[in-house]
């Protein structure tokens, strides 16, 4: 951060500069990282006095956060203009007029100084509070010039434990706006503040109802242009215990994400209202460059992740032999399988994974994310530490879930139907496949290698790290099959891994939290939207849910193989795959993912365009930022192979059948 005297901040404003910059001796801050007509500004959040006047100053630390708005700087860190005071109110309020911003001697019925401040060390405070609003009045006249109208967003907090009545979590002062001309944006702002959601707090948003919006922010403002609009804006102290000071960290992450939703939306549209643009998104009032900070991060965070890959170490290195001996000695002893030993040391990563600066990123959604993600990469070193052991089964379960009583319903309805006709009559080996899949590669412009493998319990399976198509050595394919495949495992996940490699922030190569439900999902939804999806592939995903259940209920891998083999007549091969695949590692949950995945991509495809969703390894959980981030410019818009709006396959049963899904 830069340090800047008033004069050297106004040249570069003039400029227009991008930078941020510490002004005025440190008395306030000033963050621009674009010109855009939206600024922030946290007047009160700062306890700074200088030390000629700590001599002084009688007022315990405890007393003077209590009256200060501590943390307002944070609930306005995602925007690209920022103004943030860092001079304590009790030397100087930037809410009130110059002449009136030092307080004598006393200040809320306290005592604050032992003797009145010197007319010398007034005029000090006078030129810093006149400084900062030469600041912001070249900060507007700039946006005003580009932009005809700006929005101020003047963000403050309030004690509410001495209030005996309900108080609104925002109030919005509208004292000074002129509500014949903004109330609509007052409105607009208020709606989107009672949208934000806070953990175990009820949230409600009002105007006018505790603080009528009287503050000199607001006064001067109005009293220098005419085509600004300030939002003078109350947050309870919900986020800290207000006498301690001490912060809630989960409420203040929440309110964050949902104060830039708020104020972004609100934003947008002020500037479809009254700017130059009739067509503005929230991402557009938002800063298009990534931070050096996320940077940082994502960089740090790839190092260290980038071999953390499930089904490296999840599939058994004996599978053939357990195989083979499962099947000759009548099915009646358990597979003794073995797995690769893990090359990380689970300590480390935790400790490692924890220390990095996600507290840097300042932009409340991103930071969200990273979070997201860190904490999966923790419950997946857990489960891949337990392979092997009984332990496994719960960190399953608690990575991936376990199927709801929909999933089931859902996955018997499924095995219902009557079957469809036999197979092909001459299948395809895996090398005519592995023949068919590389020229279909070559058709999409995808540079991948395609390999036989006999260490995966798959028909076929990306690895992601080498970028690289495995399929099954035993695998037989049907026509109608392979072609499904090429679309799941090509046009789905080698394209998200592919994509993921090309992004500018790595994580999406690492995997989003849900990225399994949600790939699996899209990868059967395209072979929905190829017009390869068969009623026998859904029965297949609808026993992978089975045999979730049933390996939760029996925990014994040959009572989960004969109840497949005898409740739905399976083919012994078949049988034995499907119990391996719940089996391995200890008691695996993630098939069945697949189902209830393919069921909410659908869905969400009915709504609008998911596109995005192949941006790299996303989750659904995330997803809305994911869709900000490409609309920002952050992250490369990805281009699909195929068609992924919905539309009907033109098969009625199939469709029938995928709509009946609950």
Not at 350 to 360: A, T
Request: proline letters at 3%; aromatic letters at 10%; hydrophobic letters at 40%.
């Amino acid at each position: 951060m830069l340090t800047l005297s008033e004069k050297e901040c106004i040249r570069r404003i003039k400029k227009r500069e991008c930078f941020h910059a510490s002004v005025a001796d440190g008395a306030f801050t000033v963050k621009i990282d674009e010109y855009a007509p939206i600024i922030c500004a946290a007047i009160h959040n700062g306890h700074r006095l200088r030390s000629e006047l700590q001599k002084t100053f009688l007022l315990t630390r405890q007393e003077r956060f209590f009256e200060e708005d501590p943390f307002t700087d944070e609930l306005i860190s995602s925007f690209p203009i920022q103004l943030i005071g860092n001079d304590s109110r009790f030397e100087y309020d930037l809410n009130r007029a110059k002449t009136l911003s030092t307080y004598f001697k006393t200040a809320w019925n306290k005592q604050v100084w032992q003797k009145p401040l010197s007319p010398k060390q007034r005029h000090i405070s006078h030129q810093k509070h006149q400084s900062f609003y030469n600041v912001l009045e070249t900060i507007i006249e700039a946006i005003e010039i580009e932009f005809n109208n700006a929005i101020v967003f003047d963000i403050h907090s309030y004690n509410y434990r001495r209030i005996e009545k309900d108080t609104p979590t925002f109030n919005i002062g509208s004292g000074q706006i002129d509500v014949e001309r903004w109330g609509k944006v007052v409105g607009h702002f208020e709606k989107q503040l009672n949208q934000i959601e806070l953990p175990n707090l009820e949230v409600r948003a009002a105007t006018d109802e505790v603080f009528h919006g009287r503050g000199y922010l607001i006064t001067h403002v109005n009293s220098h242009f005419d085509n600004t609009l300030v939002l003078p804006t109350e947050v309870k102290k919900v986020f800290m215990d207000e006498t301690s000071g001490d912060v809630y960290p989960l409420v203040l992450e929440e309110l964050k994400a949902g104060f830039k939703d708020a104020i972004s939306e609100t934003a947008a549209y002020f500037m479809r209202r009254y700017g130059k643009k009739k067509r503005v998104r929230k991402a557009d009032v938002l800063s298009s460059s990534i931070g050096k900070e996320v940077i940082n991060l994502d960089k740090q965070l790839f190092t260290l992740a980038r071999h953390v890959e499930t089904l490296n170490f999840i599939n058994p290195v004996n599978l053939v032999a357990e195989r083979n001996k499962f099947l000759k000695r009548n099915s009646y002893l358990a597979p003794a399988f073995k797995y690769k030993q893990l090359d990380i040391n689970p300590y480390d990563f935790r400790e490692q994974l924890y220390k990095l600066p996600v507290d840097d990123v300042s932009d409340a959604s991103i930071g969200q994310l990273y979070r997201h993600v860190i904490d999966n990469l923790a419950n997946k070193i857990d489960l891949l530490t337990s392979i092997g052991t009984e332990d496994f089964v719960y960190n399953s379960l608690k990575y991936y879930g376990e199927p709801s009583q929909a999933d089931i319903a859902n996955a018997r309805f499924l095995l219902h139907l009557n079957p469809e006709d036999a197979a092909d009559a001459q299948p395809l080996t895996a090398d005519r496949a592995i023949e068919y899949f590389r020229q279909q590669a070559s058709d999409w412009g995808l540079k991948c290698r395609i390999e036989k493998s006999s260490k995966i319990v798959a028909k076929a399976m990306v690895n992601n790290e080498k970028a690289q198509l495995l399929i099954n050595k035993d695998a037989m394919f049907s026509k109608q099959e392979i072609h499904a495949f090429a679309y799941h495992e090509l046009g789905i996940h080698m394209l998200t891994t592919i994509n993921a490699k090309q992004q500018p922030l790595r994580v999406f190569g690492l995997g989003l939290p849900g990225n399994t439900y949600a790939q699996e999902g899209l990868a059967l939804y395209s072979e929905y939207c190829s017009g390869s999806l068969t009623i026998d592939r859904l029965q297949t995903i609808a026993l992978r849910v089975i045999a979730v259940k049933y390996m939760l209920e029996h925990g014994d891998f040959v009572k989960t193989y004969h109840a497949l083999l005898n409740d739905y007549d399976l083919e012994k091969d078949k049988a034995f795959t499907l119990t391996t695949r719940v089996y391995r590692g200890g008691g695996f949950t993630k098939d069945y993912l697949y189902l209830k995945g393919f069921r909410d991509v659908m869905g969400l495809a009915k709504l609008g365009s998911i596109d995005n969703l192949l941006v790299g390894k996303t989750g659904l959980l995330d997803f809305a930022v994911t869709n900000e981030l490409v609309e920002r410019g952050m992250i490369n818009k990805p281009e699909p192979l195929f068609e992924l709006n919905y539309q009907e396959s033109g098969n009625p049963i199939l469709d029938f059948i995928v709509n009946s899904l609950k």
